[in-house]
């Protein structure tokens, strides 16, 4: 069943404030944006978890069709679950965006959870994998969690219903033991953040697909030209002494 989590995913206690982060060494990750499969999943974990509060503002449902491979279809039953201001389901060409009330958002969390379209452009792929994998249970937040890499961050930890709750054996070396199981084992857990980190640095900068695309075909062009070009100067110099 799909989880909607409205009201809790990432919420911060200011705009300015997510700039901050702890010590601890950034965890490598594997980005491929030619994976299709994990961009897919990628996308059904942010819109299950975190698009009740963290908007797409600049990126439409549409483009998934030609970006993730996915259907008109699949996207209109799985992906899209808003409706306008007059109760109409919300149209596929639409900015992907939530029913947060922006007034009733500040009066309860202090500030309006950030769009999250750019976040991997500012923040980094290996930054958002290592927050989304450092959450530990602390019960002197108001939350019950903290973070080792954004301490004292003001946001619950939306997705421990995945990786379940550990505290801490030694923060630094990111050592840790388990005291709540949860759906998926530290493997699988693993493997669901990088592709949801996957899709995010895909949303920050859908034209990279493009421009993979469009690259193979300028390099395999420019190879054809260049021997082409080898050729031809053989040929012209070859009287020449």
């Not at 989880?3 to 702890?22: P, V, Y």
């Not at 549409?62 to 259907?71: A, P, T, Y």
């Not at 769009?115 to 927050?131: N, Q, V």
């Not at 505290?167 to 070396?173: D, Q």
Request: aromatic share 12%.
């Amino acid at each position: 069943m799909i989880r909607l989590f409205t009201g809790i995913a990432f919420i911060l206690i200011s705009s300015s404030s997510f700039a901050a982060s702890g010590s601890i060494p950034l965890k490598p990750v594997l980005i491929d944006l030619n994976n299709k499969s994990s961009l897919q999943r990628g996308a059904q974990i942010y819109v299950n978890n975190c698009l009740g509060c963290h908007t797409l503002k600049y990126q439409r449902y549409v483009k998934f069709i030609d970006h993730l491979s996915l259907s008109k279809e699949t996207i209109e039953d799985n992906l899209i679950f808003t409706t306008g201001k007059n109760g109409e389901p919300t149209k596929i060409g639409s900015l992907i965006l939530n029913s947060v009330n922006p007034d009733s958002a500040k009066e309860a969390f202090g500030v309006m959870p950030p769009d999250l379209t750019l976040i991997a452009r500012s923040r980094g792929s290996e930054w958002l994998y290592t927050f989304l994998t450092s959450f530990y249970k602390d019960d002197t937040r108001p939350l019950g969690v903290n973070n080792a890499l954004y301490a004292n961050v003001g946001m619950p930890h939306v997705l421990s219903w995945m990786e379940g709750l550990k505290t801490p054996v030694n923060l630094e070396k990111g050592q840790y033991e388990y005291v709540v199981e949860g759906a998926m084992t530290d493997k699988e857990y693993k493997k669901s953040i990088t592709d949801l980190v996957n899709f995010l640095v895909y949303v920050s900068e859908p034209a990279q697909l493009d421009r993979y695309r469009i690259g193979f075909w300028v390099i395999l062009f420019l190879s054809i030209f260049s021997f082409i070009a080898f050729l031809l100067k053989i040929e012209y110099w070859k009287d020449v002494k």
